[in-house]
Nanobody, 123 residues
Framework: QVQLVESGGGLVQTGGSLRLSCAAS????????MGWFRQAPGKEREFVAV????????RYADSVKGRFTISRDNAKNMVYLQMNSLKPEDTAVYYC????????????????WGQGTQVTVSS
């Protein structure tokens, strides 16, 4: 089992950057594929990015490709989401999630979730 806590959200202007962090507890963190999802008001939760447990493979939603970068540090039990060139449509609550079975884009495939961190991009 793993517990996840996100941080780093905030208010930023269009074109700005933020770095989200996800701190994980549990000795088996390095065996989990880690994903970032987001949910805007009135919308369904959507996939943003995922990184495999080795850190060798990543995948991104088309809407963030080239602007966001996911990374992890297994020695520190941390996952990061570097977000550049932010747009108002990136405004959402961002969640990190963990899965030992998949590195897919469906939220139902992830067993563990953090409580989220708010990102607001002003125009």
């Amino acid at each position: 089992q793993v517990q996840l806590v996100e941080s780093g959200g905030g208010l930023v202007q269009t074109g700005g950057s933020l770095r989200l962090s996800c701190a994980a507890s549990g000795r088996t963190f390095s065996t989990y594929n880690m994903g970032w999802f987001r949910q805007a008001p009135g919308k369904e939760r959507e996939f943003v990015a995922v990184i495999t447990w080795t850190g060798r493979n990543t995948r991104y939603a088309d809407s963030v490709k080239g602007r966001f970068t996911i990374s992890r540090d297994n020695a520190k039990n941390m996952v990061y989401l570097q977000m550049n060139s932010l747009k108002p449509e990136d405004t959402a609550v961002y969640y990190c999630a963990a899965s030992q079975k998949t590195w897919g884009s469906l939220s139902s495939e992830y067993a563990y979730w953090g409580q989220g961190t708010q990102v607001t991009v002003s125009s």
